[in-house]
């Protein structure tokens, strides 16, 4: 399941398995944790998302119920979020993927000889995880403020309208998406192509086919798995990332994402109902999406 | 409950009634074996044919499904592999890559917690060569010396019984063979039990006293390595220990001394000791190196079977000998085995020749003719390739 | 989920260990040609790397600016900020810090502990409802962290139970434990089920075979798995911003702080830890390098 076959080491093959009461053992306390606090909580949220305003209580008190014209309202009011929330996501997946596809090819099989050199790329890979992801969207919002060294450059070489904004647009937030998310494009392409065999690079042009039909035809399909991984990697956490589009970091007032109105439905309005709403439409989005997918390349092994 | 002494002798190991089933298929059918102390015993046959899994059950690594072990005549069958007087030497080695190699090999007396766990492990080390490695990790260690390392880490326990899983099978030819007489000559000196599994024919021959060939999860055949070779009583032991050239056919006469049997328009006369049926449709054979080859017809006489003409359809010249597959009219295929007395081969493909072999060096099989078809008696690529592709259908469907 | 498990490779520098040394394809003589990809390939990696590393060197650079209140302008160098660190609004940059140390260790323990048994249960025994709990193992990784959030917020809601220290350390848990059976379950499958077997032939029980054999052995992978799971707790906002209440931790303060301006105490923190990372990770990928090339010299 779930990826495990991207890790670094090969499985071996297992002894014919036992069957035992030992398996409970080890299985139960960490099931029954995930049920206690994630499954539950799923569950919580698809009632909540069902339930209506209390007809005596306060702001923020509301009862059981089956009022699954939650959604209808919050389609209704979120419809832009929720397309934000998908385009946005599915452009920074796309740029991330053609940012890291060369530099994992160069990591993963350029480098092979030296594998110090790889091992200490890899490590600059993941430099940017070792640093809060808040502080170094915060410093991006910095680098490019209007201000900044690079944004009065181009405005001074004409390539920007003198009156023009990066931070709070919606290039500054696909900008962000795209950088946050690159380590997890970069690490599964690295790993497929770590152990691409060359041989079949050789073979193919032996075989007649040039430089670029034989990245097409073996290097692109071989590599499939970690372009699959990788994409979904960077698609799921950016679809519901809200730091990025926040107005405090790189977003603007439109450019609000499902994370935001999440947020601010939940901690701020207690609206509770319409924030569980939006998680529960989000989700499904999501595990349609991965589904799809999944299916639709081929490497259904992967889940 | 554990073994805290160390065993004065082998001991006898006897399986009884053993079965093995795995969810899915049957890896043993019902296995009677009887192992007498101080033996070298090997179990030869195919990958899938059962083989590992008996010597696994010996070990107490897998449970059996019905049946009983023995071993010195104490039952075994419910004690677990911790318990038992038996050590593997495994096909992987499997030695421990966190431990040095002393602590390897000192591993099984300290659990036993036997005195004086490092000195006998230093003196296990010293009976394989190996003492001046002795702080060395396992993989820092070549493919022979992890192999002897396995065997100092098994014997130092002086088990009852030691089993050896294919322990060779990593090794390069010239290595195989040198370890083959080392392991010999070990068996030799501490005088235990040894219960060999391997697939590679010559393997067993050279090192076993006692070969047991088995096939689909039975033991086909059991004697002394040269008793199988001569005298092989199935199609599948004469295919799979060497190579066979053999004929189906009706017996049409019988003596006191000799059956006749009449293939594809030839008789081929068998003496009725060496085969094991006696009426009606048999399988006769004989080894290509007893088959001689003659460039003109010679004078028929009572003591050789003579076949011919044929042509000569294959010359592969192999330096000691070289081979010849023979097209004989009716008969398919004839296989020779000539030893390179003169200068190259002495006769060429398209020659007519004839073949003829000394009667006292055939044989009769006890399979069904209408079986026999299992391992064709020709040596051609395809036929060898069918027989691979076979072997490892079954070996996947075993894992 | 692979890029986790990655990170955890790197991060352990270790989970690679003994028997799984070097498994790819033999090298090929050097291609004498020089291609396109020969001089650019590397070029777009530099620039590539620049562009990955330019927010950690600003973030750097201004841990060491002499601001007042926020962090915005360069108003000259000072050391005053990485040798005063806890002196700002009261110390709530370090007791943030302190939060996300201790919640991140809890999480990391209690995660390691319960994902290692799973991921020896799923390798290593045949049990019935294994695709629902393979499944039940997945989702929370395939799930966005603003529904996990909200989804633990709503249950704690639901149950009246008040946010604090510990709701936070419950959420963190549960989003780690699913990495850790990816990371640590690889580790168990690549171990040769004959070294256990060995254990039991060469008269080891059960726990003395455990101990002084499987667990030795999966402790890289372990290893691996426990810093990755410190690591994404410690940098969690979204799953804590739901479920901490009025608890501060690293990047909520942060994130509370973003609108009225950072101080640059915060940027000290940060890069300090980063250092700190960096450093481990750099000495056990060297050592691990060099280990290789002993053995490969040796061998």
Partial sequence: MAFAAFATAEALPQAPKRRSRIALFLLLPGILYLVLFFLTPLVSLVLTSLQAPSEFGDIGQYDYAFNWQNYVAVVEAYLPHILRSFGYALVATVLALLFSYPLAYF?????????????????????????????????????????????????????????????????????????????????????????????????????????????????????????????????IPAAGDYINASRDFLGGPDTQMMGNVIEANFLVLQNYPAAAALSIILMAVILVFVGVYVKRSGTEDLL | ??????????????????????????????????????????????????????????????EPTQ???????????????????????????????????????????????????????????????????????????????????????????????????????????????????????????????????????????????????????????????????????TTFVANFLGQSNLFTGAVVATTGAAITVEAGGSRIVVPTARAQRHQGEVTVGVRPEKVVLHLEEPTATPDRNLLGPGRIIDVS???????????????????????????GPAAAVGDEVWVSWDVEHGFGLDDDPAEAGRFPADASTRSIAVQQREALVTELEEN | MSGEVQAAAVLGGLAEGEQLEDRRPPRRPRDRRIGLGDWLLPAYAVIAFVFLLIPIAYTFVFSF????????????????????????????????????????????VVATALGTMIAIALV??????????????????????????????????????????????????????????????????????????????????????????????LTPGILAAALLSFALSFDDFIITNFNSGSVSTFPKYIYISASRGIPAEANVIASAVFLFALILVIVAQVSRAARAKRLAKLG
């Fill in chain 1, 107 to 235: 990591i993963g099989v350029k480098a092979r000889r030296w594998p110090l050199l790889q091992s200490l790329m890899l490590v600059l890979v993941i430099a940017p995880f070792f640093i809060s992801f808040l502080l170094r969207t915060l410093a991006w919002k910095q680098i490019l403020s209007d201000e900044s060294f690079i944004i009065t450059s181009l405005k001074a070489l004409s390539l920007m309208a003198p009156d023009g904004h990066f931070t709070g647009t919606p290039f500054a937030v696909i900008f962000g998406l795209t950088y946050n998310f690159i380590p997890f494009m970069t690490l599964p392409l690295y790993s497929t192509l770590e152990r691409l065999d060359t041989r079949y690079l050789e073979a193919g042009s032996d075989l007649y086919a040039n430089a670029f039909t034989v990245f097409r035809k073996i290097t692109i399909p071989l590599s499939m798995p970690g372009i699959v991984a990788g994409t979904l990697l960077t698609f």
């Fill in chain 2, 1 to 62: 409950m554990v073994v805290r002494e160390f065993a004065e002798r082998g001991a006898d190991l006897e399986l009884v009634g053993i079965q093995k089933r795995f969810p899915g298929f049957t890896a043993i059918e019902s296995l009677d074996l009887t192992i007498p102390a101080g033996s070298f015993f090997a179990l030869l046959g195919p990958s899938g044919c059962g083989k590992t899994t008996t010597l696994r059950l010996v070990a107490g690594l897998e």
């Fill in chain 2, 67 to 233: 049946g009983r072990i023995l071993i010195g005549g104490k039952d075994v069958t419910a004690t677990k592999s911790h318990q038992r007087p038996v050590n593997t030497v495994f096909q992987s080695y499997a030695l421990f890559p966190h431990m040095t190699v002393l602590e390897n090999v000192a591993f099984g007396l300290k659990r036993r917690r036997i005195g004086d766990p490092l000195g006998k492990a230093h003196e296990a080390l010293r009976l394989v060569e190996l003492d001046h490695l002795a702080q060395r990790r396992p993989q820092q260690l070549s493919g022979g010396q992890q192999q002897r390392v396995a065997l100092a880490r098994a014997i130092v326990n002086r088990p009852a019984l030691l089993l050896l899983d294919e322990p060779l099978g990593a090794l390069d030819l010239k290595l195989r063979r040198q370890m083959q007489l080392e392991l010999k000559s070990i068996q030799e000196e501490v005088g235990l039990t040894f219960l060999h599994v391997t697939h590679d024919q010559e393997e067993a021959m050279t090192m076993a006293d006692t070969v047991a060939v088995m096939n689909k999860g039975a033991i086909e055949q059991m004697g002394a390595p040269e008793v199988l070779y001569e005298l092989p009583r």
């Fill in chain 2, 317 to 343: 010249f192999s330096g000691v000998s070289t081979q010849y597959i023979i097209e004989t009219p009716g008969l398919g295929t004839v296989l020779v085995f000539a030893q390179n007395v003169g200068m």
């Fill in chain 3, 65 to 108: 600016n002499d601001s007042i209140k926020s962090n915005i302008a360069w108003r000259g160098f000072t050391l005053d900020k990485w040798l005063n660190v806890c002196n700002v609004e009261g110390g709530a940059v370090c007791e943030a810090f302190g939060n996300s140390i201790v919640i991140g260790l809890v999480a990391t």
């Fill in chain 3, 124 to 217: 290593r025994y045949r049990f019935r409802a294994r695709s629902s709990i393979s499944l039940l193992l997945f989702l929370p990784m395939a799930t966005p962290e603003v529904v996990l959030g909200a989804g633990l917020a709503a249950q704690f809601l639901a149950v009246g139970v008040p946010k604090d220290m510990t709701t936070i350390i419950l959420a963190h848990t549960m989003f780690c434990i699913s990495f850790v059976v990816v990371t640590v379950k690889a580790r168990v499958a690549s171990l040769d089920p004959a070294l256990e077997e060995a254990g039991r032939d060469l008269y080891g029980s059960p726990a003395q075979v455990f101990w002084r054999i499987t667990f030795p052995l």
